[in-house]
């Protein structure tokens, strides 16, 4: 099992490898880069495709220390440093998508294009933080019970047949290693007003059904960057729509990646 050791992270990855031009998938929060199979099994063909655990999540091996998506960002430049790779394409979902933005801010220059799944620029919305604040709080304290479980897994994924097995390995995470990943998520700054500096193509992916983050966020996020080729909206996609609907994302997905 390939692992590298970033800013003192013991990161857990899989390269596809091959000749194609390469392309970095980074997971959204409480996922990890396994919500990813669909669309290596798609790429794989074509492109060199890497998929990782972030900080807290996977089979990462974390510190717990306090940080953010810039860190984060890091993490991914980092993990290309090591593979070789000095220009790729980086995709993310939700929270992938807020660390591959600030990596696209720290280094233009390693960002072939953007593929930007349910995510968006700004700031977690005020008015739904208590709730989620509730939510870190009952995990830390008697983790991922049964009605906490179901709504995040409702939140996120929104189908219970994919839900099960995503929940199962929610309950084998530690507790306390949920702070510092939730306080990243939910402390994070809204950086819409530097979407200007970012002139890569992209393009956006999201699901109509996406009760997390709705997809007006999406067209205000793809407004703001002036390589967005338009949103693709996933009809029924909930806020793991490339989970949920794979062949939906993949083939416009397939098709951005040639453009290239």
Request: net charge negative.
């Amino acid at each position: 099992m390939p692992f590298v050791e970033i800013s003192g992270q013991n990161i857990r990855f899989d390269d596809s490898g091959g000749e194609g031009p390469p392309v970095i998938l980074s997971h959204g929060f409480l996922m990890d880069r396994e919500m990813f199979a669909s669309q290596v099994n798609a790429l794989a063909r074509e492109f060199r495709v890497i998929t990782w655990d972030e900080r807290g999540f996977g089979e990462t091996e974390f510190d717990g220390k306090p940080f953010t998506y810039w860190d984060s960002a890091g993490d991914c430049l980092g993990l290309l440093d090591h593979l070789g790779i000095e220009q790729a394409v980086l995709g993310g979902m939700s929270q992938g998508g807020f660390l591959s933005l600030r990596a696209a801010l720290l280094a233009p220059e390693r960002v072939r294009a953007l593929v930007l799944i349910d995510t968006q620029a700004g700031a977690e919305d005020p008015e739904r933080l208590p709730a989620y604040r509730q939510m870190q709080e009952t995990w830390m304290q008697a983790g991922p019970v049964d009605d906490l479980a179901n709504a995040i897994a409702g939140l996120i994924i929104g189908d219970p047949e994919l839900s099960g097995s995503w929940i199962a390995k929610w309950r084998e995470l530690p507790r306390e290693t949920m702070k510092a990943p939730a306080d990243c998520l939910f402390e994070r700054e809204d950086i819409t007003d530097r979407l200007g500096e970012i002139h890569c193509p992209a393009i956006v992916f999201h699901g109509t059904a996406d009760v997390s983050i709705e997809i007006d966020r999406a067209e205000r996020l793809c407004s703001g960057l002036a390589g967005c080729e338009g949103v693709v909206r996933i009809e029924g996609g909930t806020h793991a729509s490339n989970l949920t609907h794979p062949d939906e994302v993949n083939g416009p997905l397939l098709d951005f990646l040639r453009s290239l």
